[in-house]
């Protein structure tokens, strides 16, 4: 159950609180309106009217599928007798009802669901019932327009981190070109080799530019650059099978890195376009 809300109707509050099918309102503070000492009496009185029976029960068999319709009719040919008296706990734990709700300590009393609430309210004053209607639907308004704003807030800042992200792409994440002197140089290992054709640097270079961090570079990629280097392993693989020079392979993979970070950037723009 969620935290409770409050309208004020005529001078009067109401409350409201959030459970898991709907918004319940207090029959007690509604009662509250007509006789502030006997809201007890008033909301048992309203449960012994044959048509609140009726009301109560067909509201039941619609949305609960747990209700106990033998027992709604036991009630049902009782009610309007001067002998019938019906408490909502009673109600609830005879039938398993769940429109009506009986909640104790502080801040309890009979709660309803909004469709029973209101004709509680209209059973006790008309006038009422309007201006509870009113001040609901303004509620309902204002959270509305709050979401509204929460919506459009994240919408612009998920904007921005989108800007951010592709900026962060373009600046850092797609390697520059190796040039030939680079080319020419032979490195220790295969994996400088995608070391050097996708971040520009050899696993021994970043640790000396790094001494206060402990794993690898790799350990600190972005995941379109694990993306790429995944690719590029398989793509290693082959281009060694075939006898490439390691000089050779390194212009592709560095190329084929460069393409593709770009075609990822690409990709993220056209998701973009779609939201």
Not at 4 to 29: C, P, R
Not at 54 to 73: A, C, R, S, T
Not at 120 to 149: C, G, N, P
Not at 160 to 183: F, G, R
């Amino acid at each position: 159950m969620g935290k409770n809300k409050k309208i004020e109707v005529k001078g009067n509050e109401i409350t409201i609180f959030k459970a898991e099918m709907d918004e319940y309102i207090s029959l007690t503070d509604i009662a509250r309106y007509k006789d502030a000492a006997s809201t007890d009496d008033i909301i048992k009185n309203w449960l012994r009217n044959r048509n609140t029976i009726e009301l109560l029960g067909f509201w039941e068999q619609m949305y609960n599928p747990d209700f106990k319709p033998v027992e709604f009719d036991g009630f049902r040919k009782q009610a309007g007798l001067n002998s019938f008296v019906l408490t909502p706990k009673r109600w609830i734990e005879t039938t398993n009802a769940i429109g009506i709700i009986s909640k104790s300590g502080r801040y309890g009393g009979t709660f309803a669901h909004k469709d029973i609430a209101f004709e509680f309210a209209s059973w006790v004053s008309i006038e009422f019932k309007l201006y509870i209607i009113k001040e609901f639907q303004r509620l309902k308004e204002s959270e509305s327009d709050r979401l509204k704003l929460e919506w459009d807030f994240q919408r612009t800042l998920a904007k921005v981190n989108y800007h951010i992200h592709t900026d962060a792409i373009k600046e850092n994440l797609i390697p520059d070109a190796i040039s030939k002197q680079q080319a020419s140089f032979i490195y220790a290992s295969e994996a400088d080799v995608l070391n050097m054709a996708l971040f520009g640097k050899t696993a021994k270079q970043w640790r000396k530019e790094n001494p206060d961090l402990k794993g690898n570079i790799r350990d600190y990629a972005a995941i379109e650059q694990l993306v790429v280097l995944s690719n590029m392993e398989s793509t290693n693989a082959i281009l060694l099978h075939q006898g490439m020079e390691q000089s050779e392979r390194l212009i592709q993979l560095n190329e084929m890195a460069i393409t593709q970070m770009r075609s990822l950037l690409r990709h993220s723009t056209a998701i973009k376009k779609l939201k």
